[in-house]
Nanobody, 119 residues
Framework: QVQLVESGGGLVQAGGSLRLSCAAS????????MGWFRQAPGKEREFVAAISWSGGSTYYADSVKGRFTISRDNAKNTVYLQMNNLKVEDTAVYYC????????????WGQGTQVTVSS
């Protein structure tokens, strides 16, 4: 069983920055691929960013490329999402997710953290 707890959300003005954290339980965090997703009101959940178990590969949605950076610290069982130059359209609940089976879907999810960007 894996538990994921996000933190770092809040209210920020457009152009500002936030850093989200996701703390994971479990002794094998370093073997999990991790991802960030978001869901805005009235919209479906969408992919934001992902990072491989080693941190050697990262992937981003086109909408956040160049503004967001995903990283991880396996010694701290934590994955981060640095969000810069935030836009109003980035407003959403942000979720982290873990893929515990190689090549598999994300099978564990956090409870989410709200990010609100004001104009």
């Amino acid at each position: 069983q894996v538990q994921l707890v996000e933190s770092g959300g809040g209210l920020v003005q457009a152009g500002g920055s936030l850093r989200l954290s996701c703390a994971a339980s479990g002794r094998t965090f370093s073997s999990y691929d991790m991802g960030w997703f978001r869901q805005a009101p009235g919209k479906e959940r969408e992919f934001v960013a992902a990072i491989s178990w080693s941190g050697g590969s990262t992937y981003y949605a086109d909408s956040v490329k160049g503004r967001f950076t995903i990283s991880r610290d396996n010694a701290k069982n934590t994955v981060y999402l640095q969000m810069n130059n935030l836009k109003v359209e980035d407003t959403a609940v942000y979720y982290c997710a873990a893929s515990t089976v190689e090549g598999g879907e994300y099978d564990y999810w956090g409870q989410g953290t709200q990010v609100t960007v004001s104009s």
